[in-house]
């Protein structure tokens, strides 16, 4: 048994990681680590305007983690498991799968509504191909816009609007107090001035009324598990997508600690991993593994443990949500990624291969510059 020292951690810098980073440190703790979280940066945090799908490579927000573990700088890295490639050098393992998060997905609104009471044509933010090829599946009128950032900007972006016309309202409603100052019979249109109603909001409101927005969304799509550990939970409301419809992406709400294969990685595996959380989401990124397609098309796979089984269920969708591929399978828990493996090829078989490869080429073509697009000189 090697003596131990302080575990070095990376994380990204983000505020939705760094809180998702000390869960794991203070699970390691309570096992009587110490622990030392190392902000790095990555590629996806550096290219903040562009969208998931576009960024070029897989694992734009892992990848330099995990360099910096299979350098020697660092022990291991923290990861959403969602944002990591199904392939990993021979040399790192995922050393624990914490217990998982909730897997599912939230609509937000201004005011509570639920999918089925938007407004015809209502705007929905989201930048995961999944969520909006799902949306579209079941509201076709709905224009679903990009929407990036952190989980706060995300929400700010949302409330904005609806907080600046109340703020504006208001602002006139009190010039007309002002103006009516001796009239007895002068019964103001609210109770409180605006400085009074601006005191009584949220931090995250009161950010969302100095936001400036391109782009007004009746509702946005977030992770549960990424609001939730975010804390902002309690000042939104949502509503709870179910899971069968909207199938959340392979490992959503699932962190992975990665680390070079060894002592240390078993260490960490024997203080933290969760089996039963291993377990479901080795079945959603084997099938994922299976199928190809990553980041650039729409594939929602979604196991749950049940007894001597795994129920998998997994749907994949065109871009715009018109076609589907979906089907589940009770996997055997003592063969679950032989079984896995198995079910992803009778999906591919069925078209799930087909819309892959036409979502990659549609990604593909996105991504080719066009003749303005050519830097001068190249």
């Avoid at 799902?134 to 904005?160: W, Y």
């Avoid at 009516?180 to 995250?204: C, H, R, V």
């Amino acid at each position: 048994m090697r003596t131990r020292g302080t575990l070095r951690l990376a994380t990204r810098g983000s505020t939705l990681a760094r809180r998702q980073a000390t869960l794991v440190k203070e699970a390691l703790e309570n096992h009587r680590y110490e622990v030392e979280l190392v902000t790095v940066e990555t590629t996806g945090d550096q290219i903040r305007d562009e969208l998931i799908h576009r960024l070029g490579k897989t694992g734009a927000f892992v990848r330099e983690l995990d360099e910096r573990v299979l350098e020697g700088d660092l022990d291991g890295a923290i990861h959403s498991m969602k944002d990591m490639p199904t392939e990993q050098p021979d040399d790192l393992v995922t050393a624990a799968v914490p217990e998982r998060g909730r897997p599912g997905d939230y609509l937000i609104t201004p005011d509570g509504a639920t999918l089925e009471e938007l407004p015809q044509g209502a705007t929905v933010g989201t930048s995961s191909l999944r969520r909006r090829a799902q949306l579209l599946s079941e509201r076709s009128d709905l224009t679903v816009e990009p929407l990036r950032g952190n989980v706060d900007t995300r929400l700010e972006k949302l409330l904005a609007p609806s907080l600046q016309a109340e703020h504006e309202e208001r602002s006139e409603a009190d010039k007309e107090r002002k103006g009516n100052t001796g009239d007895e019979d002068f019964e103001p249109e609210f109770d409180q001035t605006a400085d009074e109603w601006f005191d009584g909001l949220s931090e995250l409101e009161k950010q969302a009324l100095g936001r400036e927005v391109e782009t007004e969304y009746d509702a946005i799509v977030l992770a549960q598990a990424g609001l939730e550990r975010s804390g902002l939970d309690h000042y939104v409301d949502s509503q709870e997508l179910p899971t069968g419809t909207f199938v959340p992406a392979p490992g959503q709400g699932a962190l992975a600690v990665t680390a070079t294969d060894g002592e240390t990685a078993a260490e960490i595996q024997s203080a933290i991993d969760h089996p039963r959380s291993r377990v479901e989401t080795t079945v959603e990124r084997t099938v994922l593994a299976e199928l190809g397609g990553g980041c650039i098309a729409p594939i929602g796979i979604y196991g749950i443990l049940q007894g001597e089984y795994v129920h998998a269920a997994v749907s994949v969708f065109d871009r715009d949500g018109e076609e589907s591929v979906a089907a589940t399978r009770d996997l055997p828990v003592e063969d679950h990624a032989t079984a896995a493996r198995e079910f992803a090829q009778d999906l591919a078989d069925r078209g799930a291969a087909e819309l892959i490869e036409n979502a990659r080429k549609e990604t593909e073509s996105e991504s080719e510059p066009s003749q303005e697009d050519q830097p001068e000189g190249k």
